[in-house]
């Protein structure tokens, strides 16, 4: 199963694998194998990006994905869900789609280290390509 589709279905599942997704991140910093096959594909997805991105592109990959998860659990909380917006939280919408949707982790998946072995050449269109996929995909769905 491909990460999009993996990441899809945990969003599309929070409420039914929260006990199993409220683990992924402290299971996968040790290094402990995840509490589903569907949470230890999305594990071993993520380590695999070593292998096509420079070190710190992979790691910014890995980061990104990890605020996702974090972002979907939140988003399922009650707390969340009946949390009044406050005077200064405007930008509270924007913070949070900036996690749940992955948009570095998506803007790199474009700039795969054997065609693109030099990061300085695309590093700077990033923040722009994430816009691009966060407000594109709100628009589409």
């Known amino acids: 199963m491909r990460h999009y589709r993996l990441v899809t279905f945990i969003e599309d599942n929070i409420s039914r694998l929260e006990p ?9 910093h040790e290094g402990s194998p995840q509490n589903s096959a569907l949470l230890n ?3 071993n997805k993520l380590r695999g990006m070593y292998k096509f ?11 990104s994905f990890l605020a996702f ?3 979907c659990i939140l988003e399922n909380r009650r707390d969340y869900e009946t949390m009044p917006q406050s005077a200064g939280g405007e930008r509270w919408a924007r ?8 948009p570095d982790g998506y803007a790199l998946f474009n700039f795969p280290m054997d ?23 709100d628009v589409l769905s």
């Open 53 to 63: 991105f420079d070190p710190v592109i992979a790691s910014t990959i890995i980061q």
């Open 41 to 43: 594909a999305l594990s």
């Open 20 to 28: 199993e997704v409220k683990e992924f991140s402290r299971r996968f």
């Open 115 to 137: 065609i693109f072995p030099d990061a300085s050449s695309y590093l700077q269109i990033i923040p722009d390509l994430g816009d691009i996929i966060i407000f594109g995909n």
């Open 95 to 102: 913070y949070i789609r900036s996690k749940n949707g992955i």
């Open 69 to 71: 998860i974090d972002a």
